[in-house]
């Protein structure tokens, strides 16, 4: 056989295997675009590490708007997104959401994917290095009001959040006020996630409750506790997933089990 002959015999060979591939994807359905919308703590954890695994095991297409856990809940309901990531647990964030979401939030089926830690940060300069969970319980009452107390400087102590829907701060509000809100002296509710983080790069007199992955990244000190403040990252669906969204919802929960 000639070398053209068995070039062109390898090609053949080459395109069959293709083409036959081709079949067994569309056998189990065509890749379907599924808009994801809410928690930028989910997304940071999950999906900017993960998505294209997610997106190769899933056999799906994933577009991402990376917001709030409240504004994903709310796309959801409206149709404007196929599931919503949120990083706090769903009961206290549709206390924040409008009635009528709420009426079509009967319909929420919650899918948990894992568990991050909430991070406690302080400017460089703090020499509060630890505490009890108590002790930090007390400061988002407004009991705890001053550094000293905490054996730190005679400074006030401020407390920074994000605020409108912050998966964090609800989590706070959730496992330490038991769904009350946080009633520190002094508190700052900024907009995003990287504003609570260059806050406590600049002011020395901040608590900031944060991502744990953004304030890591960031490099700022933390300040540890006997218990953690657990945080729940789940996906939502409007009723039981589609075959592709549970696809999706399996791929992720492995892609996360990874960082374990």
Same mark, same amino acid.
């Given at each position: 056989?000639? *070398?053209?002959?068995?070039?062109?015999?390898?090609?053949?060979?080459?395109?069959?295997?293709?083409?036959?591939?081709?079949?067994?994807?569309?056998?189990?359905?065509?890749?379907?675009?599924?808009?994801?919308? &809410?928690?930028?703590?989910?997304?940071?954890?999950?999906?900017?590490?993960?998505?294209?695994?997610?997106?190769?095991?899933?056999?799906?297409?994933?577009?991402?708007?990376?917001?709030?856990?409240?504004?994903?809940?709310?796309?959801?309901?409206?149709?404007?997104?196929?599931?919503?990531?949120?990083? /706090?647990?769903?009961?206290?964030?549709? +206390?924040?959401?409008?009635? /009528?979401?709420? +009426?079509?939030?009967?319909?929420?089926q919650v899918h948990p994917i894992a568990v991050t830690r909430v991070a406690i &940060?302080?400017?460089?300069?703090?020499?509060?290095?630890?505490?009890?969970?108590?002790?930090?319980?007390?400061?988002?009452?407004?009991?705890?009001?001053?550094?000293?107390?905490?054996?730190?400087?005679?400074?006030?102590?401020?407390?920074?959040?994000? &605020?409108?829907?912050? &998966?964090?701060?609800? *989590? +706070?509000?959730?496992?330490?006020?038991?769904?009350?809100?946080?009633?520190?002296?002094?508190?700052?509710?900024?907009?995003?996630?990287?504003?609570?983080?260059?806050?406590?790069?600049?002011?020395?007199?901040?608590?900031?409750?944060?991502?744990?992955?953004? +304030?890591?990244?960031?490099?700022?000190?933390?300040?540890? *506790?006997?218990?953690?403040?657990?945080?729940?990252?789940?996906?939502?669906?409007?009723?039981?997933?589609?075959?592709?969204?549970?696809?999706?919802?399996?791929?992720?929960?492995?892609?996360? /089990?990874?960082?374990?």
């Amino acid at each position: 056989m000639s *070398t053209r002959c068995a070039m062109r015999l390898s090609g053949l060979k080459l395109s069959a295997l293709a083409t036959a591939a081709v079949i067994l994807v569309s056998g189990t359905g065509r890749a379907e675009t599924l808009r994801l919308q &809410g928690s930028s703590t989910f997304n940071r954890h999950i999906l900017e590490k993960h998505r294209v695994a997610i997106e190769r095991s899933s056999g799906q297409i994933l577009n991402i708007v990376p917001n709030r856990t409240v504004l994903g809940l709310q796309a959801l309901a409206e149709g404007r997104a196929d599931i919503a990531m949120i990083s /706090a647990p769903l009961a206290n964030e549709l +206390l924040s959401m409008a009635p /009528a979401t709420r +009426l079509a939030a009967e319909k929420f089926q919650v899918h948990p994917i894992a568990v991050t830690r909430v991070a406690i &940060g302080v400017h460089r300069s703090n020499p509060v290095h630890s505490a009890t969970l108590k002790q930090i319980t007390s400061v988002v009452r407004g009991e705890t009001t001053n550094w000293a107390q905490l054996g730190g400087n005679d400074a006030p102590i401020r407390v920074v959040v994000v &605020g409108k829907g912050g &998966g964090v701060t609800t *989590t +706070l509000e959730a496992v330490l006020l038991g769904g009350e809100r946080i009633a520190a002296k002094d508190v700052l509710k900024v907009t995003t996630a990287v504003q609570l983080a260059w806050v406590v790069e600049q002011d020395p007199n901040t608590l900031a409750f944060g991502q744990l992955s953004l +304030l890591k990244q960031r490099g700022v000190p933390e300040i540890t *506790t006997d218990e953690p403040i657990e945080q729940p990252l789940a996906l939502v669906t409007m009723g039981p997933p589609t075959s592709a969204m549970a696809a999706v919802i399996a791929a992720s929960r492995d892609a996360a /089990a990874l960082d374990l």
